[in-house]
């Protein structure tokens, strides 16, 4: 390794748990972080990207925009219910809408590995286009890269977007307050154990299919019952046990919820027990987590379920004072325990 | 490959050169110019995306704002001159600078190969933090992928960026006029041969350093004389050759270059001629080629030369009425001949 160019910033490495990359560097749990914390902040740290939201929330002119970026990686790149494509669509639609923005333009960048068959890559391509339909958003800007073959698997896709944040809307991750109520739109799990299962070759009576969804049309009606909605997220890497975790850290609040309010459908649930996963940690490409005022949790929930997403929306939990910075679950025994955040990677490339 | 949504919009396969994809299809010539027009048009086109300039121009509440998103797959990742890291910053710096806008905000994806060496990413992220800060600009979101070991090439890294355009700043490549004045900012297809040199293992008596540099002082500068430059675009994939084509092609016009007033260094032009590679179509990373109006190309080449990065600006050519949509050069000889558009990848993963 020789560096050309001498550098005026520098810094020692700092000590870490592992010499070289691990999969779980890249999962959402204790590595994910300890990345983030020792290599990525000290260099590109301010206050914007230090809030580590899904989306930055940035003030350009006294207009206050969105901005996110993801890539996608998912293998196999079609999985029951979906594929990489539209995955890398509403994944992007969701990260933007959740700071309860309204999203409204698209990059979209491809890596494709010489090789790649081209009827396949059209494929991808139209469900793109179903799903900015859908959503009712553009592509603005794009670029392409082939790299040899062998040297990515098939294609990633990175999406960026850009949204438009109207001026009495104010989320954020560190809004909780004991008393408010957690609300989650539907069923858990459903798009890493689709993905999981294909790759495992599980077969169920009923097929397990992905969620992925753009949910910008709920998150639009949910605040036109109430502007006052303290945060949302999308439980997707690391799964419900994942964002909670986040959310409960940066109010420095507890974060209580019950396991026999939490939706997982019945074939869901027996392929996590095949597979021995927790479905709290397996991520969803098309649920909301939001938290509430408690007065207003009612007329939101109703609203919700009103929409095609939010069918099955349900109260699973409340913030607390107690337990700060922690989550946790009273089981259906009525035991509580702590739901930690995972140090390892369960499920690698599930988007 | 099996689709398990019903989409709503579909279109047949389009007939194409190839079924699987080329290197080709990522090297910024015709089989490039294929897959976007047949593959990606036909299903994400709109009045914003149709331009295919090298960023978005949006308008977002009364604020025009630039939208770009770059994909860095440069094999290898350290190369004479720099590294990936910076070349993701100052690529995306350029593409917005070039619609005449400031450059604000970046998001920055990683997707790492598992086993990657920690230490070879904390070099690239500390080159990354010397990038912005002598850009002026801040990464504002981000994201990490971790792949398995052989799904990816090292690291991956993708930027967007977005930037503000002022109110009387009207730059696009349609707007070349006959008569118009050629600028091109420095020497050509430094970072191009860097790369190749290293990868043939070729060695020169002055070793050839990438050009990556970010222009947005540059950008800043020329404005700053002349509100009135036509268009701006930076020479990468595909080179001089190709940027040109493009612009010529955009506004219907002819251009007309002088070999001999194009600077080349004499090592890149040695390398050139060793590998049998054209320096016209080699890439720079830090450079970049501004039609202006004939009146204030002299006031404008006059301020470039004080900016470290235009110290050896030169006008190269001019814009004629004549051979509209193509590029003519005269050689040392005093002939003319046509500079075409490269069909294939002479130069795989530069960037």
Known sequence: ????????????????????????????????????????LPCFGNETLNLLEDQASLEISNNRIAFTTDSFVVNPVFFPGGNIGELAINGTVNDICMSGAEAKYLS??????EGLNIEELHTIVISMKNAIDKAG???????????????CDKLFINTSGIGVIKEDIHLSAANLQPGDKILLSGTIADHG?????????????????????????LVKDMLSVSKNIRAMRDPTRGGLATTLNELAKSSKVGIHIFQKTIPVREEVNSACEILGIDPLYVANEGKLIAIVPAKAADKILDKMKKNEFGKNACIIGEVTKEHASMVIM??????DRVIDVPTGEQLPRIC
Chains 1, 2 share one sequence.
Do not use: W
């Not at 890249?26 to 020792?38: H, N, P, V």
């Not at 979209?108 to 590995?113: G, M, N, S, T």
């Not at 294909?198 to 049309?217: C, H, M, P, Q, Y």
């Not at 009273?330 to 035991?335: A, D, M, S, T, Y």
């Open 330 to 335: 009273e089981n259906e025994l009525g035991v």
């Open 108 to 113: 979209v960048a491809f890596i494709l590995e």
């Open 193 to 217: 154990m689709a993905v999981m299962t294909v790759r495992e070759g599980l077969s169920f009576r009923s097929k397990i299919l992905s969620d992925t969804a753009a949910l910008n049309g």
């Open 1 to 40: 390794m020789s560096i050309d160019i001498i550098n005026s910033f520098s810094c020692p490495l700092p000590k870490m748990d592992y010499n070289t990359i691990q999969l779980a560097h890249g999962a959402g749990g204790r590595l994910s972080a300890e990345l983030i914390d020792k290599i990525f």
């Open 137 to 151: 958003i553009q592509i603005v800007t794009g670029d392409t890269k082939v790299v040899n073959k062998g040297a």
